[in-house]
Structure formats: structure tokens, C-alpha cells
């Protein structure tokens, strides 16, 4: 199977197994310097050959994607609501043309 692999995943392979022949617990956390190495690679590789190959657990590296990419989620949220509240302004205007008796009832939804 490693033949298979690129350099890059297995060189993240060698990182995980030093990490776990030098640190001292067997419960003790991924550390995060690992995780976002891992994270880094995920743009090339499948989410869950990543966690085959260096052996991490499914869960962790989930958490770990999640809590880097929750700011982005947000920030996504708040310009989708700008562009549809611009569009809906725009609509309201083009509305006002040919209805504006139904533009005075709608316009304190927008504002």
C-alpha cells in the first residue's frame, strides 16, 4: 500500500508513528501541530485515507476540520443574508413601480 502513497502522507505517516513511539500516555490528545499538518493535506487527499494511513481517529480529525472551519461558515451566513437583502431592496423598488400601495405595507420588513 505505500508504494501507492506520495511522498507528502507519507511523510505525515513517519510524523504520527515518532509521535507515538516518543510520547508517554496512550490516551494523550493528537497534538495540533499534527492535526493541522493533516488538515493541510486534506485538499488532496480523501478525509478518510488520511485517517487509514496515520491512524487517527475518525472523530479527532473531524473535530479538528470543524473547528478550524467554523469562522468561514459564519462569514458565508452574514454575506448570504447581505446579497438577499439587497435583492430583496431591489425587488421592493421594482415592486414600488407598478404597486405602491403593497410597497407601504412591506417596506418595515427590509428596514
Not at 42 to 67: G, N
Request: glycine share 2%; net charge positive.
Amino acid at each position: 500500500m505505500d508504494h501507492d502513497l506520495s511522498r507528502d502522507l507519507l511523510e505525515l505517516k513517519a510524523q504520527f508513528d515518532t509521535w507515538r513511539r516518543t510520547h508517554r500516555s496512550p490516551r494523550a490528545k493528537t497534538p495540533g501541530n499534527l492535526l493541522q499538518a493533516a488538515l493541510a493535506i486534506c485538499d488532496r487527499y480523501p478525509a478518510r485515507l488520511i485517517c487509514r494511513v496515520c491512524r487517527i481517529s475518525s472523530k479527532t480529525f473531524s473535530r479538528a476540520a470543524a473547528s478550524t472551519s467554523s469562522p468561514k461558515k459564519r462569514q458565508s451566513n452574514d454575506l448570504f443574508f447581505k446579497i438577499r437583502r439587497c435583492v430583496d431592496m431591489a425587488t421592493l423598488r421594482l415592486l414600488s413601480l407598478y404597486r405602491p400601495h403593497l410597497v407601504d405595507d412591506l417596506f418595515g420588513l427590509f428596514v
